[in-house]
């Protein structure tokens, strides 16, 4: 395995991490299906978005990245389905989190394979 962009270690189990968690997807696809416009002609319509990188490993997406998306999405579930219209600043935090984990994973599929990925 080539190191991990977020812990550092070299030699970990690699692991398929979600840029956009399985749960958000679900959700978003209660309302119909993600259409994806590639611009070129290419159009894909899909119910789930499945956008991985290999650049995590083990550790860290089963541990401190599974806890954030553990937590983010006990706050973020109620607003997306408007059944709650109240952020505590704690659930501020915890999106604010979240939203940083998230941004950050999206940036290691747009960098080539061939060059490092460091966080």
């Known amino acids: 395995m080539r190191t991990c962009a977020f812990c550092g270690h070299a030699g970990s189990k690699p692991s398929r991490e979600h840029v956009f ?3 958000l997807s679900r959700i978003g696809a209660e ?3 993600y259409v994806m416009d590639y611009g070129n002609g290419k159009v894909i319509s899909t119910p789930l978005i499945e956008v991985v990188t290999k650049r ?3 550790e860290c997406n089963t ?3 599974a806890r954030v ?3 983010a999405v006990k706050v973020m579930e109620p607003l ?3 059944s709650t219209s109240v952020i505590s600043e704690t659930d501020r935090w915890v999106i ?3 939203f940083t984990k998230t941004v950050l994973t999206a940036s290691l599929v747009v960098v080539p394979r061939s060059e490092p990925a460091w966080i």
């Open 31 to 33: 309302y119909g299906n």
């Open 63 to 65: 541990g401190w990245m």
């Open 96 to 98: 604010a989190r979240w």
């Open 56 to 58: 995590v490993c083990l």
């Open 21 to 23: 968690p399985e749960w």
């Open 80 to 82: 997306l389905r408007a």
């Open 69 to 71: 998306e553990d937590t």
